[in-house]
């Protein structure tokens, strides 16, 4: 069952100025800029380096950061080792000494599908369709808000 989805956005360093993202253009100069755009090594940011920025034209130009998780992108910015981050908006909205600029522009944006099953030969069939249940349910709601995610199973 699909339970959220989460857009891409962009990590700036807390009490910065929050750059524009509002168009294709706005994020081609801002990564243009970028002394270095730090990116998760997981699959959104392999989607950065491997589509996003190869269509733009800029891959060449921009200094690329990858780093194994998306908390050591956000840790890069608030350290001031990175002049922004490009990474999924849920891993940026609680991560200190970040502020969120935004989310891609819809031409540009790669949303993740968030999902859950029932393992085959699991040793608790029942609990895991009642985690299930309750993370499709409006009581999750709310929490899938605040992380930076929109609910997408039906909730009742």
């Known amino acids: 069952?699909?339970?959220?989805?989460?857009p891409l956005g962009v990590a700036?360093?807390?009490?910065?100025?929050?750059?524009?993202?509002?168009s294709v253009e706005a994020i081609k100069r801002l990564l243009l800029k970028a002394k270095t755009v730090a990116v998760p090594g997981s699959t959104s940011g392999?989607?950065?380096?491997t589509d996003l920025f190869p269509r733009l034209g800029i891959v060449e130009k921009v200094n690329i950061k990858a780093t194994p998780r998306g908390k050591h992108a956000t840790e890069m910015v608030a350290g001031g080792g990175a002049d922004l981050a490009v990474m999924p908006v849920s891993e940026i909205l609680h991560a200190a000494?970040?502020?969120?600029a935004g989310s891609l522009p819809p031409e540009i944006q790669f949303v993740q599908i968030f999902s859950a099953a029932v393992v085959a030969n699991s040793g608790d069939i029942e609990g895991a369709?009642?985690?299930i249940e309750f993370l499709a349910s409006a009581g999750a709601s709310e929490a899938i808000r605040k992380s930076g995610m929109e609910p997408l199973a039906p909730s009742g």
């Open 46 to 49: 392999i989607w950065l380096r």
């Open 129 to 131: 369709k009642r985690l």
């Open 12 to 22: 700036v360093r807390a009490g910065t100025p929050k750059p524009d993202v509002s």
């Open 97 to 100: 000494g970040v502020d969120f």
């Open 1 to 6: 069952m699909n339970l959220a989805r989460v």
